[in-house]
């Protein structure tokens, strides 16, 4: 039987038999080891704020009121008790934070709407700790059907996750009583006879379904923001009110994974010859900087500190260009402790001809993950005259911060000094992608500065919706 589901804004019915109407159908997946694959740890810098739920491989769902303005949001995956860090813990994955799409609703004066999707930078590689919890796209199945759910908190002294059952369906006025308002797209819930905490915000209101056939761990509302006091029910954020929003706004972004910000890009002259086409010099060869177009350079803000009236762009050529204007990254101070979104862009005067020796960096829009980088260094000894490729890991977030005594942030990333790495702000690291079936070498990082040893880079991938939009807002 075909049920026809209420996706007006989409103009469409999803009308396939078995698991066709979940949102990510690898949320079924049996072989997961743990129990809450797609709980996500949510930070502000290294500050735990609150919990989200993985709902797909771009998108992590969380309530609004928990987020605010707070920038530098990154979330960690597989993170099961607070100890259990990325350098200690192989279950545990980091991912940065491309944009929050808060819901057009959304109010934190009346409790409106209290629902905001988190979309990645990269796709979450799904593993035996890592996996999205199902959203069902089913008129059939709603929050007024649940009978039980769960919920979530950390408790003991190592703060381990641990679930709270036998959650049951209230009517609203149990919640009123509580002297919690209940409103429209809200789920009212809790024990029986007892009081009980309230799990942390944002995290998920879930319940065990059996739906084509499957077992499924469905989500079903949010923890709300400021209601982690003990009683006999609590409000959530209902999911199921706002599958046509969560749907359109997933669909929207899948259409645009995975996209070369510039099909011009290009790394090699051949299938086996490597050369950096993209690498530029300024400000007397002390920085470096690459083509992401023909007509702008991507480098650091850290270069302009001086406000110079004349900046020259050299390229691999010996060209000598002019650069119409500089545009820092709107959040860089250099007077911050460490420099934080020290990147900029250089609009050249004029256009770079086209010519097989001088081509942009290839910048992926949302690509994939990956635990080790390729740095590309010039070599020039031997009688051997190219490009050397040498495979580079980055560190743990907070051993760097640890080594170069200074915080570093959700944007940035580490590499301890490794081969002929070039010391000069602007260098680039990054890592080959097969794309469409033609592997390209992708731009992950520029040298932002150097501390006892280490290499602190900008995270550019992170700053990928930035370039591209203030590209676009100059090019007329």
Known sequence: MCVRLPLVLLGMALCHMGLAQ????KCHDPTVTGDTPWIASIYNNDEFICHGTLVHKLFVLTAASCIGKRRNIFVRFGEYDKSCTPSYCNTVDQYGVATAIRHRDSDPYKDT?????????????????????????????SSGTIERFKAFEWSGPNQVLQTID????????????????????????????????????????????IY???????????????????????????????????????????TKAVQVFNEECRTNWTEEVLVRLWEVSLM?????????????????????RNNPTVIKVKTKLGQSLDV???????????????????????????KLSSLDAVKPICIIMNPKPSR?????????????KGVYEEMIVPMDNSLCSQKIGMIVGSNQFCVEKLGDLNQKPGSIVGTFQNIRGVDRYVVIGI??????????????????????????????
């Open 22 to 25: 979940l949102l990510d159908e």
């Open 113 to 141: 709407s209290d629902i905001l999707l988190l979309r990645l930078f990269g796709e979450v590689e799904y593993n035996a700790h890592i996996r999205p919890i199902c959203i069902i796209f089913d008129d059939v199945v």
């Open 166 to 209: 036998d959650l049951y369906q209230k009517v609203y006025t149990d919640c009123e009583r509580n002297g919690m308002e209940w409103q429209a797209n809200q789920i009212c819930a809790g024990k029986l006879h007892k009081d009980y905490c309230v799990g942390i915000p944002g995290g998920p209101l879930t319940a065990d379904l």
């Open 212 to 254: 084509g056939g499957k077992r499924l761990d469905v989500l079903f509302g949010i923890v709300r923001d400021g209601r982690q006091l003990c009683s006999l029910a609590s409000v959530y954020t209902d999911v199921t009110a706002y599958q046509d929003w969560i749907y359109k706004n997933v669909r929207d972004a899948e």
């Open 284 to 304: 007397q060869n002390s920085f470096t900087g690459a083509l992401v177009t023909s007509q702008f350079v991507v480098t650091v803000a850290s270069a302009f």
């Open 324 to 350: 119409e204007s500089i545009h820092q990254h709107p959040h860089f101070a250099y007077s911050s402790v460490p420099v934080r979104n020290n990147i900029a862009l250089l609009k050249l005067t004029e």
């Open 372 to 384: 080790t980088l390729t740095a590309l260094w010039n070599v020039n000894q031997n009688g051997f």
């Open 447 to 476: 040298v932002s500065f150097y501390k006892n040893g280490v290499f602190v880079f900008t995270n550019v991938q992170n700053h990928a919706y930035w370039i591209m939009d203030t590209i676009n807002d100059l090019v007329i």
